[in-house]
């Protein structure tokens, strides 16, 4: 059984799984230890040590690093990155792990490439990093054997540090939106229309198109799904109105029946991050269902899927195309956006992963 030490960028979550764990748990006949990065620097997460999530799978969070520590200042820099990978290696050791695949997904691993053994490499890519300097995920693309993009812009903004790049967009888990399981209505008495969003409300997130056409149309009903933090400028003003709806956050198998409930699914954009052409796991959610899709676009930005997303790239424009989607013929393209779903399903982009690394001699 191939041996795969994971060091993910995102905690392991029964409630909302990552890309990460989406990948590393369908991976076959592999024994997984994923460590996940301490949520904070009082976090004592990883004094609980490693636990068992699933018979071949074992998570473990990493010993937090205090405080930030620049680069520049080499001594304490490398002594705080000598402590995580001790306790990666001590881990390790542990569950009799020798020579693993390591597989990385945030720049700051090329710091842990001189702690670990390994028998090759894999980086993960999956949205542009700002943060970190760019030359760390430059020599992290280099190091690897093999480098996953999750779009064409990642792709090509890593091909002059690597010439084994793959196109690896995201996925979604298919079989929780079976459009044929019984779901339950989470809005009784409700008979507007409703267009709905799912995700977390960040503080970046654009709620302009949602407060402009609920102000504009009193008769249709939005629906704000997910988390909230609290400093987005426009929940003020959306919380005043009767027809906007925060349930809150919901489990993973919630979702499927809150965006089912919905006529229109609307996709909207982060103020606070440029530009990308990384397809967010949410609009494969919207494209499963079948339902109208209205994203917000920027300006010259090229449409991902024009033949089952309407696409507007001004507040007016908006309003008219979820007029336009509520008209829409239930069978005009539904079929069209549930294959496109089924195109992205988690099991079809493992499935790729194991086909690539088994050709390149890693699995």
């Known amino acids: ?54 018979p071949n799978v074992a998570v473990c969070a990493l010993p937090p690093i205090r405080f930030p520590i ?9 002594m705080a990155w000598n402590k995580v990978g001790r306790f990666i290696r001590e881990n390790a050791a542990r569950h ?3 020579e693993p695949l390591l597989w990385t997904t945030h720049p700051r691993h090329i710091h842990l490439l001189d702690q670990l053994e390994y028998s090759a490499l894999v980086y993960d890519c999956d949205r542009a990093w700002e ?3 760019p030359h760390w995920e430059g020599s992290l693309a280099q190091a690897a054997d093999v480098v996953f993009a999750a779009s064409p812009l990642l792709a090509d903004r890593l091909s002059p540090c690597s010439a084994n790049i793959a196109l690896l967009p995201n996925g979604i888990n298919l079989p929780l939106f079976d459009p044929y ?9 409700v008979s507007a229309p409703i267009l709905g969003w799912s995700g977390t409300i960040r503080a970046g997130l654009d709620l302009s198109p949602v407060l402009y056409a609920a102000q504009a149309r009193p008769d249709w009903g ?24 925060l349930p809150g956050p919901r489990p993973a198998t919630e979702v499927p029946d809150w965006l089912y409930r919905c006529q229109v699914l609307i996709d909207l954009q982060r103020t606070d991050q440029p530009f990308d052409d990384v397809v967010s796991p949410r609009l494969y959610e919207y494209l499963a269902t079948g339902k109208p ?16 997303v309407y696409g507007a790239h001004n507040l007016e424009e908006f309003v008219i195309l979820c007029e336009h989607a509520l008209e829409e013929d239930p069978h005009f393209v539904s079929r069209r956006r549930m294959d496109r779903a089924a195109e992205a399903a988690w099991p079809q982009r493992v499935g790729e992963v194991e086909r690539i690394l088994t050709t390149a001699g890693l699995l």
Do not use: H
């Not at 989406?22 to 636990?51: E, M, N």
């Open 293 to 308: 899709v209205v994203s917000m676009m920027w300006p010259d930005q090229v449409e991902l899927f024009p033949d089952v």
């Open 131 to 133: 943060g970190p300097p």
């Open 70 to 78: 620049p680069e520049r200042r080499r001594f304490f820099f490398q």
């Open 181 to 189: 399981a019984s779901r339950f209505d989470p809005m009784p008495g």
């Open 1 to 54: 059984m191939k041996q795969i030490l994971c060091m993910s960028s995102e905690p392991w979550s029964n409630r909302l799984p990552g890309r990460t764990q989406q990948i590393i748990s369908r991976l076959r006949d592999a024994q997984i230890l994923y460590f996940y990065p301490a949520q904070s620097t009082r976090d004592r997460s990883y004094l609980k040590g490693v636990r068992q999530v699933r």
């Open 96 to 98: 009799r792990f020798t």
């Open 222 to 245: 939005f629906l704000l799904l997910g988390g909230v933090e609290r400093d987005n400028p426009f929940l003020r003003q959306l919380n005043k109105l009767s027809n906007v709806y």
